[in-house]
Each structure stands twice: as structure tokens, then as C-alpha cells.
T-cell receptor
Framework: DQQVKQNSPSLSVQEGRISILNCDYT??????FLWYKKYPAEGPTFLIS?????DKNEDGRFTVFLNKSSKHLSLHIVPSQPGDSAVYFC??????????FGEGTQLTVNP | DVKVTQSSRYLVKRTGEKVFLECVQD?????MFWYRQDPGLGLRLIYF???????EKGDIPEGYSVSREKKERFSLILESASTNQTSMYLC????????????FGEGSRLTVL
């Protein structure tokens, strides 16, 4: 039972354009959502998060949007840079620090 | 900077062998986790621990056990390795101010032949 789903295994965009990574969840008890970035041969690193009381959180080039009614969140990267090429994992938590992760999306930003 | 160190980056073991994966964190975090990462499946939680000598099963604990004798160290044990345990294993810790913000080690790539 995959409670957090990232339906796109891969995404390719041109440098300077917007990257939009999507994530859907099924568990209505989730109240905190995070995005992690993972480079090859490294562990994932925290990128940005959002609480369920908000619908948007911004940090520099990265913005996360949350739509609770559709149980959907997205990560926008503007402008995309080649160094953003990595696997992005969506994760969700219900009040605690135990996270449920999605399958990941490989983002490739072409120069 | 938070440092989570995993003892081995790459291991090759034979079916039936006992395997120890060790993880040490240097930030006095209470919570530690073991995940495995497989293509198309994301990160799946094996076991976690909220305190010394305390452990709880995650989503896929079968075939694994853990040990937490000291706060900074969390070990994952495969009592009898099988080929379907070939995977990338990731240790993480948290205790920071942001709920759910895990700090991960670099991972241990285990191949079971």
C-alpha cells in the first residue's frame, strides 16, 4: 500500500526553465511534508518542507505547494540549473518523525 | 555539521552469511532509522529507534534485526543474508528542531551473491 506516490520516474528540463515535480498521498493523517534531494553515491539531503496548515512554502529557487483537498503536493524549481540534476523524494509524516517516502523522480537539467 | 557515518560503503556477501551494518551519528540525536532504497520503490523503513535499547519495526522488518546499545550507534543485522536483500542501505538520525528532517549517511551498497 503505497501511501506516498511519485508517478513520474523521470523528468527532463532545459536549464533556466521551471521544473515541476509532483507527489500524491492517500493518508489524510499526514500533516507534514518534505522534499529530499539525492545525488548518486550520497545520502538524501533535506530540501524544503511544508506543514498542512500552509499551502505554500518558498526557499530561494524552491517552492512547495500543498493542496489538501486533492492530497497533492508539488515542488517547483525556478530557474532550473544543471546542478539540480538528482533524484527527488517526496516524504510525509503524521505528527512524528517517522517518514513515508515516495518512489523518487530523477530530474535531469540539460545545459 | 551533523555527521552520520556508515561503516562500509560497499559490501559483497554470500547467501547465508551474517552481515553487520553500523551507523554512528555525532549530534546526540535520540532518533535513528534504517532504510533501504531500491529502484522504483523509494526509501522503505526497516527499523527505527527512539532511545537506547529501544527499537520498533518499520514497514519491512522481515529478515533484519537491530541493536542500539549506545545513543550514537545503531546497527542493522542480517542474520542470514539472502539475494533479495541486495540493496542500498541508508541510516538516518533526527533530533533537530524541524520535525521529520532526517540526516542521512552516505549509504552502504550491499550485494548478496
Amino acid at each position: 500500500d503505497q501511501q506516498v506516490k511519485q508517478n513520474s520516474p523521470s523528468l527532463s528540463v532545459q536549464e533556466g526553465r521551471i521544473s515541476i515535480l509532483n507527489c500524491d498521498y492517500t493518508n489524510s493523517m499526514f500533516d507534514y511534508f518534505l522534499w529530499y534531494k539525492k545525488y548518486p553515491a550520497e545520502g538524501p539531503t533535506f530540501l524544503i518542507s511544508i506543514s498542512s496548515i500552509k499551502d505554500k512554502n518558498e526557499d530561494g529557487r524552491f517552492t512547495v505547494f500543498l493542496n489538501k483537498s486533492s492530497k497533492h503536493l508539488s515542488l517547483h524549481i525556478v530557474p532550473s540549473q544543471p546542478g539540480d540534476s538528482a533524484v527527488y523524494f517526496c516524504a510525509a509524516s503524521d505528527r512524528g518523525s517517522r517518514l513515508t517516502f515516495g518512489e523518487g523522480t530523477q530530474l535531469t537539467v540539460n545545459p | 555539521d551533523v555527521k552520520v557515518t556508515q561503516s562500509s560503503r560497499y559490501l559483497v556477501k554470500r547467501t547465508g552469511e551474517k552481515v553487520f551494518l553500523e551507523c554512528v551519528q555525532d549530534m546526540d540525536h535520540e532518533n535513528m532509522f534504517w532504510y533501504r532504497q531500491d529502484p522504483g520503490l523509494g526509501l522503505r523503513l526497516i527499523y527505527f529507534s527512539y532511545d537506547v535499547k529501544m527499537k520498533e519495526k518499520g514497514d519491512i522488518p522481515e529478515g533484519y534485526s537491530v541493536s542500539r546499545e549506545k545513543k550514537e550507534r545503531f546497527s542493522l543485522i542480517l542474520e542470514s543474508a539472502s539475494t533479495n536483500q541486495t540493496s542500498m542501505y541508508l541510516c538516518a538520525s533526527t533530533g533537530g528542531t524541524r520535525a521529520g528532517e532526517l540526516f542521512f549517511g552516505e549509504g552502504s551498497r550491499l550485494t548478496v551473491l
